[in-house]
């Protein structure tokens, strides 16, 4: 196997893996549940929010 293809796989798998957790987040979406992967909470911001987060901490 060379380089090209190991390279290849490396971006397949790294696509697989993105496609999994966003089936996660629109299902928990769908289902109105909290996201929760491995065990741990997660939320989602809104670019707005985090814009806001960010000013926050450099305003401090």
Same mark, same amino acid.
């Given at each position: 196997? @060379? ?8 971006? #397949? ?5 993105? @496609? #999994? ?10 289902? @109105?549940?909290? #996201?929760?992967?491995?065990?741990? #909470? ?19």
């Amino acid at each position: 196997m @060379n380089s090209e293809q190991k390279a290849d796989i490396f971006c #397949l798998g790294v696509i697989t893996g993105i @496609n #999994l957790y966003q089936q996660k987040v629109i299902a928990a979406q769908q289902h @109105n549940k909290a #996201l929760r992967i491995n065990g741990e #909470l997660y939320y989602v911001q809104s670019a707005r929010e985090r814009l806001q987060d960010m000013m926050d901490k450099i305003c401090r």
